[in-house]
């Protein structure tokens, strides 16, 4: 009976059990979890880019490699990789991770230099990384900015916060 109503609201039918045990009913993500799922793994991987650049150039001038900060943004990277694909999966605390750790404190960590050196107007290519990193670095920053601002929107559109609405108990059986 409950296979036929799924087929008859126009849903596909899970091997029994399977959603319960997941704990989130298996759906289809729509397409602005999609876009931001991509714009969220592709603002990580501006940063690992970002990273890169900065350590080669540090590498290549003679200076030390700072293992503890790279160690630092290792972690950084490897749980927002997790976390976006836990978003992709529809889970709300992955949503709120990403909302907060890459586009609230993440952004303002690439977003308030910037702010704060515009007053200069020479001094916002030097925060932006372009006079210590050159050209590549200040290109990825910027993509990386993008990213973030993209996914950031992307996740908060009504079909995102339908998707990531939980799925509510129905009464009856």
Do not use: K
């Amino acid at each position: 009976m409950r296979e036929t109503r799924a087929v008859a609201a126009g849903r596909r039918s899970t091997a029994p059990g399977t959603a319960e045990r997941a704990g989130v009913a298996r759906r289809r993500p729509p397409r602005p979890v999609l876009w931001a799922a991509a714009a969220w793994a592709a603002a990580v991987a501006c940063g690992v880019a970002e990273t890169v650049v900065a350590v080669g150039g540090m590498v290549v001038s003679g200076e030390g490699v700072p293992w503890a900060g790279l160690a630092l943004r290792l972690a950084v990277y490897a749980s927002a990789a997790l976390a976006v694909l836990w978003f992709a999966r529809g889970r709300q605390w992955a949503r709120v991770v990403l909302a907060v750790g890459l586009g609230v404190i993440g952004l303002g960590t690439l977003v308030v230099p910037v702010v704060l050196a515009a007053p200069d107007g020479q001094a916002i290519l030097e925060a932006m990384g372009y006079e210590g990193h050159g050209a590549a670095y200040l290109l990825v920053r910027t993509a990386h900015i993008a990213s973030v601002l993209t996914a950031w929107a992307l996740a908060f559109t009504p079909a995102a916060n339908r998707y990531f609405r939980r799925p509510r108990a129905s009464g009856g059986s």
